[in-house]
């Protein structure tokens, strides 16, 4: 945990990764409409903010360090595996990349970007006969892409929490559920009964555990 290369002032590596997750997330979600847009824009700003503490500035670090060494003394706070917040305070101090909610966090952000590329297959699909998106994750929840977003944002918090993201991520799953209630009355505008029929058997964004564990089928909608 302890060596000679500089733990922060990386600003090199706060704009490479935050460049290449952010065109990685535009290949799984390919924004189109200004809604869109907005909701991928707030993503990505979320991203920018993780990599300037990761490797730029440690604000949260700085900000907590007292009560930090204090209860922790063992621990070099300022040491880049010290970021790992969680891994540190609850002892697995040996390599934090291993540790338990490293690992965790590697499965929700893995889970969102597979659920976000496979909704947008099945809305693209629907979207060329303007048809009701009513297969695969749209199954399950009517906002699978945004349900996407908020677990690799949920994956980021358990790998690398900062003030500023914690705060940043009740804000963001507002706007998307908001982002997601213009679209349903853009859909019911469209669809009509159809759409609240389908509304009326799926869920919004946490799927029934019956239709988890397959004993019910049912439809999806647009993006979200």
């Given amino acids: 945990m302890h060596d000679t290369a500089p733990a ?3 600003w090199s590596l706060v704009i490479v990764n935050s460049v290449v997750f952010i065109l990685f997330a535009y290949s799984f979600f390919k924004p189109q409409t200004p809604r869109d847009w907005r909701s991928f824009s707030a993503f990505s700003a979320f991203l920018v903010a993780l990599f300037a503490e990761m490797y730029g500035f440690p604000l949260t670090i700085y900000f907590l360090s007292g009560w930090l060494q204090s209860r922790f003394p063992d621990v070099d706070w300022f040491s880049h595996d010290a970021g790992h917040i969680l891994e540190m305070i609850f002892g697995w101090k040996t390599n934090p990349h ?3 909610f490293h690992i965790l966090s590697f499965i929700f952000i893995a ?4 659920l976000i590329s496979a909704a947008w297959k099945v809305l693209y699909d629907a979207q060329q006969t303007r048809s009701l998106a009513t297969t ?4 399950y929840v009517r906002h ?4 996407g977003f908020i677990l690799i944002m949920f994956g980021f918090l358990l790998q690398w929490p900062t003030i500023l993201t914690l705060a940043m991520f009740p804000v ?4 998307y559920v908001k982002l997601a209630h213009t679209e349903e009355q853009d859909a019911r505008a469209e669809f009509g009964d159809a759409y609240d029929k389908y509304a009326s058997e799926v869920p919004g964004f946490i799927p029934k555990l019956s239709r988890l564990f397959g004993q019910e089928s049912s439809g999806g909608y647009r993006h979200g």
Wanted: zero cysteines.
């Fill in 144 to 147: 699978p892409q945004y349900v």
């Fill in 136 to 139: 695969g994750p749209y199954s």
């Fill in 8 to 10: 922060y002032g990386l």
């Fill in 111 to 114: 889970g969102g970007f597979i």
């Fill in 172 to 175: 963001l799953t507002v706007m």
């Fill in 98 to 100: 291993f540790g338990p």
